[in-house]
């Protein structure tokens, strides 16, 4: 774990030079109460038995077995209150689930990015099951948004969608109201916010995020088991808060642009869109957008990629480009994006507010579908 977090601070020291962005939670010292201790040791003597399952069966476990196992010797959720395993179960939940071609609720097959999503439920489970705190109100979250889909009958997505069966490869799909999408095919003009716009209180939550914000937890559950409350890492004191340390990663902020890189028949109730911009060259198109951008603002860079879903417990802020990482609740949105931001690190910004790019007409290369 200490590995993890001397690999971790010089990273994110070279993205973020200002080391006050880097905030570290503070915590009261909390003795380990006996019911953590009771979690812990039940945790632990469950790994015998399924090396006993193993040897009996040629050495083999299932791959649902295999993850257990992993949790059950590293079991980073145990000192989280309920609430978090809650939402950490909803937010796999929301992914797990889509609208057919038919407008029906679906089943992901959730095997993406060497199946995370199947373990990570298959391990919130496990404690879950453990805690006793699964009732018939706890996955109501989830069922809520997926019920939003349905308010008006057939999804607005899924009539949207109904001559598309799959996603064509070298497209992308920009969701948003019939007379912005007009504006878009006829004459290339799109707003491009700042990242701090997506966090205003206003938004719904398909849309609102933290997008100057990442936060982590290094697992640090056998640490905190021994009595430890911090530690010390180049220096600095980092504090063991339910198990974890959490780090608070903070951005300067930056231009966005987003679209989809699938068809989703999610994204028009989520976005309270009824047009979709089908752009049907991405390279081409991209091509136009960076230099219209770069016109704008000179002297910035032009970043564009598929969004990477992060798991605050699995994953650590190695990646010095961390615009490109959003929350895995929002995994389900498939996100291409661009943005601009100053060249060199450290460049102090000024405030950003929002501007229009036109970049001539779409016609060529876009199509526009309305519900």
Not at 24 to 49: G, N
Not at 73 to 89: F, K
Not at 183 to 202: C, E, L, N, P, T
Request: glycine letters at 4%; proline letters at 5%; one cysteine or more.
């Amino acid at each position: 774990m200490c590995l993890i977090l001397r690999a971790i601070l010089p990273n994110i020291r070279a993205r973020v030079p200002d080391t006050n962005k880097l905030a570290l939670f503070e915590s009261e010292c909390m003795a380990i109460e006996e019911w953590a201790r009771r979690r812990y040791d039940w945790f632990s003597q469950r790994i015998p038995e399924l090396e006993k399952r193993a040897s009996e069966n040629g050495g083999r476990l299932s791959k649902e077995e295999v993850w257990r196992a992993k949790y059950f010797v590293n079991p980073y959720m145990l000192l989280e209150p309920d609430e978090v395993i809650i939402e950490r179960l909803n937010d796999i939940l929301t992914n797990s689930l889509d609208l057919s071609i038919e407008g029906k609720i679906t089943l992901t097959p959730m095997v993406e990015n060497k199946e995370r999503l199947s373990k990570f439920i298959t391990q919130v489970i496990a404690e879950t099951n453990l805690r006793g705190i699964l009732h018939r109100g706890t996955m109501q979250p989830a069922y809520e948004q997926i019920n939003s889909y349905f308010e008006n009958g057939t999804p607005p997505g899924a009539r949207m969608f109904q001559d598309f069966p799959s996603s064509p490869e070298n497209h992308l799909f920009k969701f948003s109201k019939k007379e912005f999408v007009d504006d878009m095919y006829k004459y290339g003009r799109f707003r491009i916010s700042q990242a701090s716009y997506y966090s205003k209180g206003s938004h719904l939550r398909a849309v609102k995020d933290l997008e100057t914000q990442r936060n982590y937890k290094v697992k640090a559950i056998h640490e905190a088991m021994e009595g430890l409350t911090s530690i010390e890492v180049q220096g600095h004191k980092v504090n063991i808060v339910n198990g974890v340390i959490p780090i608070n990663f903070y951005l300067d902020d930056y231009f966005l642009f987003s679209t989809c890189n699938e068809v989703s028949r999610r994204m028009p109730t989520d976005f309270e869109a009824d047009s979709v911009l089908v752009i049907k060259n991405k390279g081409e198109f991209l091509s136009r957008l960076k230099e219209e951008l770069l016109i704008s603002y000179p002297g910035w860079e032009f970043l564009e990629r598929d969004v990477y879903y992060y798991d605050s417990y699995n994953n650590h802020p190695e990646d010095a480009d961390q615009e490109f990482y959003k929350h895995i609740s929002y995994s389900y949105q498939r996100e291409h994006r661009c943005i601009i931001r100053p060249k060199y690190l450290g460049e102090k910004n000024e405030k950003l507010s929002p501007f229009f790019v036109e970049i001539g007409p779409l016609n060529d290369i876009c199509e526009v579908i309305n519900c």
